[in-house]
């Protein structure tokens, strides 16, 4: 649920975050596809009161019920727990609801956990060491995921630097004795590694040029405001972490939730730390290739969205017995 200025920038932004959430569960090798549902709010509206919202929730499960299953929708920007469970009174094709109702809960901590993983790689590749401690980091978005990580990287020992539109997010950061600033700052931070944790193409040709971080590891969806900006971050020797490789944890637990013998945390604590693998491997072909981190990552993608969608091989028939 976010706001827009009007049909089409809505229908974009749709077609843009159900593209990369198609790659993100090709590279993490989940048997599923990827979507993405948008409610529209448009500029200048009044804010939503409960009842309008309510209304809005429910004709919003009633077009995923209409699907019949070939899309599952969960929380995500603009959503909250509480809207998950008014969408389920319509729809029985909705993830993420609460633990005691047999789902897997809030997805965002798994997002921030398969972040902090990326972190850790990043570094691992650019310091030798994926030890957090004293590392500096600036986290630009204090939202669920974004505030759980910079907890994740406050307990790991990070001197951290954080950021968000809304002020009353610095009780956060005097909480982990981070340093409060505005987001535009905290992007161009002098800092080992930059996590953009709100919304995307905040890496474009403004800004990378300005940018003083070796690494860049963050939740935030489109990252890179065009895909010139990869070989861009690559010229001035910035490790970027593809964002639909570092921001698969959330869907990672949700596909566990889907397996046939339920959900199980330890199982997805195990499938959710597999994204700090699944890193290593695209910045091994990456460095082997001569290309970026996002080159290497769209070439797993497509390699495994290919053997999805390849008709199965006939069986060999040998001969027939004398």
């Keep these: 649920m976010w706001t827009y200025a009007d049909s089409r920038d809505a229908i974009a932004d749709a077609l843009r975050l159900s593209r990369a959430m198609t790659f993100k569960a090709a590279v993490a090798g989940l048997p599923q596809g990827g979507g993405k549902g948008v409610i529209m709010r ?3 509206d009044p804010p939503l009161d409960p009842e309008r919202r309510r209304g809005a929730l429910l004709d919003f499960a009633d077009t995923v019920d209409m699907l019949d299953g070939r899309y599952m929708t969960a929380e995500d920007v603009g959503t909250s727990d509480s809207d998950m469970t008014v969408i389920a009174e319509n729809t029985r094709h909705i993830t993420g609801l609460a633990v005691e109702r047999g789902s897997s809960g ?36 204090l939202g669920r995921v974004g505030g759980a990580l910079a907890r994740n990287l406050a307990a790991a020992g990070a001197r951290l630097v954080v950021a968000d539109v809304d002020e009353g997010k610095r009780r956060l950061a005097d909480e982990l004795g981070a340093d409060w600033t505005d987001p535009a700052a905290a992007l161009l931070a002098d800092v080992d590694v930059l996590a953009p944790c709100a919304l995307g193409a905040d890496l ?20 890179l405001a065009d895909e010139s900006v990869a070989q861009q971050l690559t010229e001035r020797g910035i490790l970027w972490a593809p964002d639909f490789v570092a921001n698969a944890g959330g869907i990672i637990n949700i ?9 199980a945390p330890d199982r ?16 091994d072909e990456a ?7 996002l080159a290497a990552a769209m070439t797993l993608a497509d390699r495994r969205l290919a053997e999805a969608s390849a008709p199965p091989r006939a069986a060999s028939l040998g001969a027939p017995p004398a």
Excluded: H, K
Excluded at 204 to 223: F, H, K, S
Excluded at 270 to 282: F, N
């Design 42 to 44: 448009g500029m200048g």
């Design 106 to 141: 809030d997805p965002s901590p798994w997002t921030a956990l398969g972040v902090e993983e990326a972190v850790r790689v990043a570094c691992e590749r650019v310091w030798g060491t994926g030890d957090l401690a004293e590392r500096s980091i600036a986290v630009v978005g």
């Design 204 to 223: 474009n040709a403004d800004t990378v040029p300005a940018l003083r971080c070796r690494a860049i590891a963050g939740a935030a969806n489109n990252q």
């Design 255 to 263: 596909s566990v939730e889907l397996e046939p013998e339920g959900y």
């Design 268 to 283: 997805a604590e195990e499938r959710v730390r597999a994204v700090g693998g699944t890193l290593r491997t695209i910045f």
């Design 287 to 293: 460095e082997a290739a001569g290309t970026t981190p």
